[in-house]
């Protein structure tokens, strides 16, 4: 089924570990972003791509890094998690010629760093 | 730069009650706006755009220059309205979008 996934849905790691937040599409879609939203504010953007090889910083300074090998996955990834990275991460991607706004989603990844 | 306020975290309304989720924004060009939205335990999805004028679950939105302004309104709510509501902007086509803060809408019964 055509879709936007990621994993792991949830994640509780300790100070110092590295982690990598998966997001895969099915849909063909050539732009993919990541945001970053604490809980009650904004998303805010920290990652996108727009096709294979290509990844841009978003609006949001991020100490994360991204990855575009393949046209369908868009991991992130934190060498070393802080408390401070805890947050929700969402995924999204946009149709071929379609304009950046118009952005389907994934379910996110709530992350917690001890 | 570009900025999305939505002045309300919290709107309780009674069901059959008209509601109005505020959304402001500041732009110098010509804005594109959004209204995305988050029901419980889904994804966030894209709930209706300003340049299609069009009317999505009885609700509709309309930009307003003059006041900087693009309030998402329903004559009259449901429970299944019961959601979160982010408006977003986007400064032209192809360019990032900014999202407001949300506003969480309840409808009582």
């Known amino acids: 089924e055509a879709d936007i996934y990621q994993t792991p849905r949830y994640l509780v790691i300790g100070t110092g570990k590295k982690i990598t937040l998966e997001c895969s599409q099915t849909?063909?879609?050539?732009?993919m972003y990541w945001y970053q939203q604490d809980p009650g504010m904004e998303l805010h953007l920290i990652h996108y791509?727009?096709?294979?090889?290509?990844?841009e910083k978003g609006d949001l300074s991020s100490e994360s890094t991204v990855s575009r090998i393949r046209t369908e996955h868009f991991p992130l990834t934190l060498e070393s998690a802080r408390p401070s990275h805890t947050s929700q991460y969402l995924c999204?991607?946009?149709?071929?010629?379609?304009?950046?706004?118009?952005?389907?989603f994934g379910p996110g990844t709530r992350l917690t760093v001890l | 730069a570009q900025r999305v306020t939505q002045p309300e975290k919290l709107l309780s309304v009674f069901k059959g009650a008209p509601v109005e989720l505020k959304c402001n924004y500041s732009y110098s060009g010509s804005p594109e706006l959004f209204w995305y939205v988050q029901y419980s335990r889904q994804r966030l999805q894209l709930l209706l755009r300003?340049?299609s004028r069009e009317s999505i679950k009885g609700f509709t939105a309309d930009l307003n220059k003059g006041e900087t302004s693009f309030h998402l309104k329903k004559p009259f709510a449901q429970e299944e309205d019961s959601a979160m509501y982010y408006c977003?902007?986007?400064?032209?086509?192809?360019?990032?979008?900014?999202f407001g803060g949300g506003t969480r809408l309840m409808v009582k019964p």
């Open positions: 999204a991607s946009t149709l071929p010629g379609g304009p950046h706004n118009e952005q389907f």
């Open positions: 300003h340049i």
């Open positions: 849909m063909g879609h050539d732009k």
């Open positions: 977003a902007l986007s400064g032209s086509a192809g360019n990032m979008l900014t």
């Open positions: 791509s727009y096709g294979v090889n290509s990844t």
